[in-house]
């Protein structure tokens, strides 16, 4: 399996009378998610099943994520990409879903620092996951601990310098 994990990107801050789980993403947020889908749809990224969690700004950068690399099904949203949330529900997700061939979330930090060693067979690696970044891991066998492949990593800044 492909998969694929897309931070959201860059959102409003917070403020009184705004609840975190509905911040937006903002223009300038927009601006660079579209310079790294653009990379990716370069990349020939073509999802099989998007999962998003269902917080405001990683539901926007899905629906960007779905039109630009022209996905056509619908998006399903999941708690287990929360920001709180723990690796081992987010693989036991993907599990579920071990017969997708590409697989993509959309989610947030903390949680994706971490996800990404845990998928790699390193719980203890921390990754400095960037708003907006994507990043591809393989995982070939779903057992109960993962052990991916790094294909790449791809931030907002160096997609602008392409």
Do not use: C
Not at 93 to 99: A, G, L, Q, S
């Amino acid at each position: 399996m492909q998969l694929y994990l897309l931070r959201h990107g860059i959102a409003e801050e917070g403020r009184a009378g705004l609840n975190d789980a509905d911040r937006s993403l903002t223009a300038d947020g927009r601006r660079k998610l579209r310079q790294v889908l653009q990379a990716a749809v370069e990349a020939q990224v073509k999802p099989t099943l998007i999962l998003s969690s269902p917080l405001k700004r990683a539901v926007q950068t899905a629906e960007l994520a779905k039109n630009a690399l022209g996905y056509k099904d619908e998006i399903l949203q999941t708690k287990a990409l929360v920001p709180g949330s723990k690796v081992e529900l987010v693989w036991e997700e993907i599990r579920v879903h071990k017969d997708q061939q590409s697989l993509m979330l959309v989610g947030h930090n903390p949680l994706f620092d971490s996800l990404a060693g845990y998928l790699l067979g390193q719980p203890g690696l921390q990754l400095d996951f960037k708003k907006g970044a994507i990043l591809r891991i393989d995982v070939e066998s779903f057992s109960a601990h993962p052990k991916g492949v790094l294909r790449w990593y791809l931030t907002p800044k160096l997609a602008a310098s392409r």
